[in-house]
């Protein structure tokens, strides 16, 4: 989408984030998204989030104490913000909401804006799913930032929403300074959820992988559905853990050992569910030098547009067991984690994301 001209000259004015708490450590994507909007935001943006007072994410920035929250929000934690929200000391603020669209939302917004009508109303929109049953939600705010052209175009479709008010900002990473340099022992990294589909291509891939190569997969428990997959995949590959070609973890705590002991990182699923819409695992893995290869589903393919070399593929889910295996065994993982850091500063830097944001608020300011 081109940017809108008309916001030259106009200031972005006051805004109130309302979400999970910006309170490191950041581990889903939605806080590790706004947190890097609220980093790289320019000086002088007057913003207002929900954290803690003592550690604002950047100077002059206005930190609402709220405590942690998991990673589904409680009823509590909905009052809490709405609280806020509705707080004499916030009304002067247009309203910035970073979470999935819902009804109580929508309806407090509304009044809201019959109240104080110069007041502005933006959705981020975090995770893609059901999109087209949450435009009718949408339809009433000022601009919905989505983070790929795929759910622009999903959320155009339905007719509800005029091409300006859906605005695509790409999601970000740091860069480090000095990426970790290949590992001697070749390693395939999958970071990710579990479901059948991926645990069979799991279990697929670490056989067909030679016997030099170890498959690491990190996946954070998630319900019943995961444990039956985890639970067979502990089962099925136990020869292959014993003999240190594969393991099978939980939460991480250090991602970045994980990417240094990497040689290729793959996204197995043929979904985003519940995830950023291109996956920030996959984004990192890019700024840390390493190639990426991953299924064609939804909005994935948008990792690898604009590459002047490419840093990796998207193919057919059915294809991609046989297709990483051919990579390994004739190197092009080596080429793809060469042009895997030039990728990622031009297209996915995060600091890109505070000045695109001010843009959007300065257009409707």
């Known amino acids: 989408m081109a940017r809108d001209e008309a916001s030259a000259g106009r200031e972005p004015g006051a805004w109130l984030w309302v979400g999970k708490p910006l309170r490191p450590?950041?581990?889903?994507?939605?806080?590790?998204?706004?947190?890097?909007?609220?980093?790289?935001?320019?000086?002088?943006?007057?913003?207002?989030?929900?954290?803690?007072?003592?550690?604002?994410?950047?100077?002059?920035?206005?930190?609402?104490?709220?405590?942690?929250?998991?990673?589904a929000p409680t009823l509590r934690d909905k009052a809490r913000a709405l609280?806020?929200?509705?707080?004499?000391?916030?009304?002067?603020?247009?309203?910035?909401?970073?979470?999935?669209?819902?009804?109580?939302?929508?309806?407090?917004?509304?009044?809201?804006?019959?109240?104080?009508?110069?007041?502005?109303?933006?959705?981020?929109?975090?995770s893609a799913d059901r999109i087209e049953a949450h435009a009718p939600l949408l339809a009433g705010l000022d601009r919905v930032v989505v983070l790929s052209d795929h759910t622009r175009g999903r959320l155009l479709e339905t007719g509800l929403l005029d091409e300006e008010r859906v605005v695509r900002?790409?999601?970000?990473?740091?860069?480090?300074?000095?990426?970790?340099?290949?590992?001697?022992?070749?390693?395939v990294l999958y970071a990710g959820d579990l479901d059948p589909t991926v645990g069979d291509r799991i279990e697929a891939l670490a056989r067909a992988l030679p016997s030099d190569v170890r498959l690491v997969v990190a996946a954070r428990p998630k319900g019943p559905k995961d444990a039956e997959v985890r639970g067979r995949l502990r089962t099925r590959l136990a020869d292959l853990h014993e003999a240190?070609?594969?393991?099978?973890?939980?939460?991480?705590?250090?991602?970045?050992?994980?990417f240094a002991a990497a040689s290729l990182v793959v996204h197995l699923a043929d979904h985003v569910a519940r995830k950023v819409d291109l996956p920030l695992v996959l984004l990192e893995a890019l700024a840390r030098g390493r190639g990426v290869v991953t299924t064609r589903a939804g909005p994935l393919p948008e990792i690898f547009a604009g590459a002047d070399a490419p840093p990796g593929a998207a193919v057919a889910g059915s294809d991609i067991v046989e297709f990483v295996v051919?990579?390994?065994?004739?190197?092009?993982?080596?080429?793809?984690?060469?042009?895997?850091?030039?990728?990622?500063?031009?297209?996915?830097?995060?600091?890109?994301?505070?000045?695109?944001?001010?843009?959007?608020?300065?257009?409707?300011?």
Do not use: C, K
């Open 83 to 126: 609280a806020v929200l509705l707080a004499p000391a916030h009304r002067h603020r247009s309203v910035h909401f970073f979470f999935t669209p819902n009804p109580v939302t929508s309806r407090v917004a509304g009044a809201l804006r019959r109240l104080a009508r110069r007041r502005r109303f933006v959705q981020s929109v975090t």
């Open 25 to 71: 450590p950041f581990r889903d994507g939605s806080t590790v998204l706004a947190a890097s909007f609220a980093r790289s935001l320019p000086a002088g943006i007057d913003v207002a989030y929900f954290g803690d007072p003592a550690r604002p994410l950047g100077p002059g920035h206005t930190v609402v104490d709220v405590p942690p929250m998991g990673y």
């Open 244 to 258: 240190g070609r594969f393991d099978l973890l939980a939460e991480v705590d250090d991602m970045e050992a994980l």
């Open 169 to 187: 900002i790409h999601p970000g990473v740091d860069l480090p300074e000095a990426p970790p340099p290949l590992p001697e022992r070749p390693t």
């Open 326 to 365: 051919a990579a390994l065994a004739d190197g092009r993982h080596v080429a793809w984690s060469a042009a895997a850091v030039p990728h990622a500063r031009a297209r996915f830097d995060a600091r890109r994301l505070g000045p695109r944001l001010s843009e959007v608020y300065a257009a409707i300011g």
